[in-house]
């Protein structure tokens, strides 16, 4: 079973400053996908960032990088140079091996964390 | 862009009621998906569909079924609608080649009274 876990209900920024939104996984798949989503008090739900488990480098999209640490079980999101914009929910997610087409990409998702910036 | 829509952004209905909400997608994706959204448990798969017909248990599909009868819509239906069925209700669809990015639609907000 995959399990991810955000524990971090809430997280405050200055505007223009950078925040890191933690989150670590479980899971005994050799092979997963690692995803961030942003949900604002609109409900959708906005793709940020992608990692694959054999990514040799972090990944990156604009001022979102995913800090991957693979030992650890980690995939923490960090925003760099924050705007009030990016006041949020963040979810990360976790999709299994396709390997043997069983899982057809289904996503388990983390608890949540609602980032507020701050003027 | 691949665009999903489902037929209501807020639903109430009584307790008893048979409910269907409806998601289309247009990007001929052949995987589907239900999710539910509660505060504090983040989102939970009810159901996924991934062809035509075919449908599997997610990880809460007690007092849910689903339809898909055409590849582009996917229906969840309640049989007989409860108060803890009260959510939010969101359907995503996923290409079954790239596995990557799922496209969400806008959400359902259901009130069940």
């Known amino acids: 079973a995959q399990k991810i876990t955000q524990t971090q209900p809430g997280m405050f920024v200055q505007e223009k400053e950078a925040v890191t939104l933690d989150c670590t996984y479980d899971t005994s798949d050799p092979s997963y996908g690692l995803f961030w989503y942003k949900q604002p008090s609109s409900g959708e739900m906005i793709f940020l960032i992608y990692q694959g488990s054999y990514d040799q480098q972090n990944a990156t999209e604009g001022r979102y990088s995913l800090n991957f640490q693979k030992a650890r079980k980690s995939a923490n999101l960090v925003i760099s140079a924050s705007q009030l914009g990016d006041s949020a929910m963040y979810f990360c997610?976790?999709?299994?091996?396709?390997?043997?087409?069983?899982?057809?990409?289904?996503?388990?998702f983390g608890q949540g964390t609602i980032l507020t910036v701050h003027p | 862009d691949v665009k999903v829509t489902q037929s209501s952004r807020y639903l109430v209905k009584r307790t008893g009621e048979k409910v269907f909400l409806e998601c289309v997608q247009d990007m001929d994706h052949e995987n589907m998906f239900w999710y539910r959204q509660d505060p504090g448990l983040g989102l939970r798969l009810i159901y996924f569909?991934?062809?035509?017909?075919?449908?599997e248990k997610g990880d809460i599909p007690e007092g849910y079924s689903v339809s898909r009868e055409k590849k582009e819509r996917f229906s969840l239906i309640l049989e007989s609608a409860s108060t803890n069925q009260t959510s939010m209700y969101l359907c995503?669809?996923?290409?079954?080649?790239?596995?990557?990015?799922?496209?969400f639609g806008p959400g359902t907000r259901l009130t069940v009274l």
């Open positions: 995503a669809t996923l290409s079954g080649t790239t596995y990557n990015e799922q496209f």
């Open positions: 997610a976790m999709r299994g091996s396709n390997a043997g087409g069983t899982s057809y990409g289904k996503l388990t």
């Open positions: 569909s991934y062809d035509v017909k075919m449908k």
